[in-house]
């Protein structure tokens, strides 16, 4: 089963389904697409719901956002591109939504959503 598939087994939101098409093309046939060569106005309605980080180095040397878009950037109430999660997320939250959020998306393959009404952005 291809990942536009597993993905639409999840959810039938068309802007999910239509940026895992995106991003699945972009691929190819390797394990992961390269980001630098993506070419995000050809998702262009999208790319204000879209953040970037790559993980690939795990989330130990405090990788940064290498975009993100206009709804997530009012949703933090700040601009994060650049930003590491650690200068975004205080106190336990790093732990618990980041790291979370790494092992579950990047190694275990599965989806996550970050957004939880208890967590507390560093101001």
Not at 60 to 72: E, M, Q, V, W, Y
């Amino acid at each position: 089963m291809d990942w536009v598939e597993k993905i639409r087994r999840l959810t039938d939101n068309r802007k999910l389904l239509d940026f895992t098409a995106f991003v699945v093309q972009a691929k190819g046939d390797r394990q992961f697409p390269d980001y630098k060569k993506m070419d995000l106005m050809q998702v262009a309605p999208l790319v204000q719901h879209v953040w970037a980080m790559d993980f690939r180095d795990g989330v130990d040397n405090r990788p940064k956002l290498i975009f993100s878009g206009t709804h997530i950037d009012q949703h933090y109430e700040m601009n994060i591109t650049g930003k590491s999660f650690e200068e975004m997320y205080k106190e336990d939250d790093f732990e618990r939504a980041i790291r979370g959020n790494y092992y579950q998306v990047y190694l275990q393959k599965r989806a996550s959503y970050t957004s939880h009404p208890n967590l507390k952005f560093a101001t």
